[in-house]
């Protein structure tokens, strides 16, 4: 069931690195576009209900696939907006300090059974 999901996020992640790659300074527009797609998606699956709206649910969860987007986008942004090996080094130890974060209280909330 992963598998279209998986399809969305390459396509996507390849279709809009492109599209960035060949339109200049559009870097941060698809960055937002791509975090409200996923996020609508994230919406989508929250608000309907499965058993009556069970192929918009299911779409949602394929828009969901849209989450490596703005990542990849921040990564991208992050190393080539910023000069110098300290700052470039320091804005790696932050994402990785804040994703770590972010990553270790989403694992801690999960229930113990």
Known sequence: MATPQAAVAMVAGATLTAVSY??????CILWIFSAIVGMI??????VLDVE????????GVY???FYN??????????SSNVAGA???SFMGVSI???YGKWSHH???ALPMQ
Not at 22 to 27: A, E, I, L, S, Y
Not at 41 to 46: D, E, K
Not at 69 to 77: A, I, Q, R, T
């Open 106 to 108: 989403r694992l801690a």
């Open 86 to 88: 300290t700052k470039k």
């Open 63 to 65: 828009l969901m696939g």
């Open 41 to 46: 998606g994230a919406i989508m699956v929250h």
């Open 22 to 27: 060949k339109v200049p300074n559009v870097r």
């Open 96 to 98: 990785a300090i804040i």
């Open 69 to 78: 987007v703005p990542w990849v986008f921040m990564l991208s942004l992050s």
């Open 52 to 59: 009556t709206h069970r192929n918009a649910s299911l779409a």
